[in-house]
């Protein structure tokens, strides 16, 4: 099994910025992907960035220029640093992973989320 850790998250004025963490552990073989999603009430789940094992980087348009993904030393860790924040960024981020497994035999390709954190954008 593979738990997704988050940190971070809470209350932040408009332009202000707010850093997310996401720790993977258990049993993995290789991270593919890491990355964060968000949902606000009423809308679907969307990419926010995502960062491959070879570092390369995927940011949705509106992210662009304010928002940076970056992983730990380990690999294993993701931070999302987001700067210039707007109420529109208020929604709840989601940590994701997409990962290789061992299974007796095989390996398997799976992907993970973490329980979410609230970010709220409010003066």
């Known amino acids: 099994q593979v738990q997704l850790v988050g940190s971070g998250g809470g209350l932040v004025q408009p332009g202000g910025s707010m850093r997310l963490s996401c720790a993977a552990s258990?049993?993995?073989?290789?991270?593919?992907?890491m990355g964060w999603y968000r949902q606000a009430p009423g809308n679907q789940r969307e990419l926010v960035a995502r960062?491959?094992?070879?570092?390369?980087?995927d940011y949705a348009d509106s992210m662009k220029g304010r928002f940076t993904i970056s992983r730990g030393n380990a690999k294993n860790t993701v931070y999302l640093q987001m700067n210039s924040l707007k109420p529109e960024d208020t929604a709840v981020y989601f940590c994701?992973?997409?990962?290789?497994?061992?299974?007796?035999?095989?390996?398997?390709?799976?992907?993970?989320w973490g329980q979410g954190t609230q970010v709220t954008v409010s003066s």
């Open positions: 258990g049993s993995i073989t290789k991270i593919n992907t």
């Open positions: 960062i491959t094992n070879g570092d390369s980087t």
């Open positions: 994701n992973a997409d990962l290789i497994q061992y299974d007796p035999g095989r390996f398997s390709r799976r992907e993970y």
